[in-house]
């Protein structure tokens, strides 16, 4: 697969950002498979690295997502910046090629992909979820030992148990929320940080339909927020003015400071 190949492919999944370049080196690299340039927007891929189109398309697509990333006004400082936004975008990305029909993967068709999947899924990840559920019910029954006998359960918690705040926290909500274990104890603790009951079922069903954790939150934060209602615009233009009117006070007495600096050098020479 050539370069103008890979650039038709990946400006068809997303056609209105800056024109970008395609360059195989014809090299290989022990480092990366493939790097982004923002500052010429050119995908460099090492095509020498892989053995298969389907290898090259998955680091073209990857590298496409740093550009696209740094094509939104959220762009990041650097193009080594792999935070969620970069991996929602990404695996948006995926889909879509994938959708198109010019990418595909074997996980959901191949006999051996199938069954090791359902083998982590059933026997691993919802197994560990079952039981990190069961014992935040244990923690919410020591929690209440604790009130009955007039101890704190913190100290319990750290002491005896010696056991991280985060986990504890999780462990109990899934409990009390009921949060489904399917997808094992780290889906358990996105969830359990919705405190909604019908925002909690709308992402347990997006995670049960192939979306990632870093997609849905990427989701949350593009979701219009109390933050853009007019009312709080107005009080964010009246804080601008107060921090705007402060500069200009402090600005003025830089100046006069300087002024007066200027008449001590004057009245020395």
Known sequence: MNQDTLHGLLATLRPEVPEFRVILT????????????????????????????????????????????????????SSKAHTTEFWAIFHELLTQAKQAGWYRDIFDSDPDFLELTRTLQQDYLKPHGELMKKFGGLLCQAMELCKRHGVPFE?????????????????????????????????????SGVAQPQKRLEMTQKLASGETIEQIKF???????????????????????????????????????????????????
């Not at 200009?248 to 400071?257: C, N, T, V």
């Open 26 to 77: 014809g090299k290989s690299s022990r480092k990366v498979h493939g790097l982004y340039k923002p500052e010429t927007r050119e995908i460099l891929l090492h095509n020498k690295n892989f053995t298969t189109d389907h290898e090259l398309l998955y680091t073209a697509i990857h590298e496409f997502a740093h550009h696209v990333h740094f094509s939104l006004p959220s762009a990041p400082k």
């Open 219 to 269: 989701q949350q934060r593009q979701a219009p927020s109390h933050q853009d209602f007019p009312e709080n615009l107005e009080m964010k233009k009246k804080i601008l003015k107060e921090k705007i009117l402060q500069t200009e006070k402090k600005l003025q007495i830089l100046f006069e400071e300087l002024k007066k600096l200027e008449s001590v050098n004057e009245g020395g020479t």
């Open 155 to 191: 100290d319990y918690r750290d002491r005896i148990l010696g056991l991280p705040r985060t986990t504890t926290k999780t462990a109990m909500t899934a409990f009390r929320w009921d949060v489904p274990t399917d997808r094992g104890f780290d889906a358990m603790k996105f969830l």
